[in-house]
């Protein structure tokens, strides 16, 4: 376990006891009963908002160059030395490598298309000069 997952099963327990002991006192051992697994719950819909929140502010993929594939629309086809292959539901080849998103221009060459700020939102990549791929050492 990490650091992160000690401290979340350490709040979900923090709350299970204080939701169980508050519906207690209303409704006996009932409560507990109850409020246990709705302290739980509580964590886990908490947990799912920030993650979708993080999505939201900071997405994984930028939109494909047509606009119309959202982060959740690529496919990913396969790891290569030049980075992180995808494929957006328009057809077109992207590759992802820290931080940067290049469209696929042919399998040995790479258009720079947009990379990540200091904030993690992406923007327009400004260099213009196309990218050779890395061949593959055998």
Not at 27 to 40: D, K, V, Y
Not at 68 to 78: G, S, V
Not at 101 to 120: A, D, Q
Request: glycine letters at 8%; one cysteine or more; charged letters at 25%.
């Amino acid at each position: 376990m990490n650091l992160f997952e000690v401290l979340t099963f350490f709040v979900a327990c923090f709350l299970a006891f204080v939701f169980g002991s508050m519906l207690s006192v209303k409704i006996g051992l009932a409560g507990w009963l109850l409020g246990i697994p709705l302290g739980f719950l509580v964590m886990m819909l908490a947990i799912n908002g920030l993650r979708k929140l993080l999505d939201i502010s900071s997405p994984l993929r930028p939109k494909c160059t047509n606009g119309k594939c959202d982060a959740e629309d690529y496919r990913f086809e396969k790891r290569t030395p030049a980075g992180v292959v995808f494929v957006c539901q328009c057809g077109k080849r992207y590759v992802l490598k820290r931080g940067r998103f290049f469209e696929m221009v042919s399998e040995t060459e790479l258009r720079p298309y947009m990379k990540k700020n200091w904030w993690g939102k992406w923007q327009p990549d400004k260099q213009s000069e196309i990218v050779s791929v890395p061949k593959p050492s055998e």
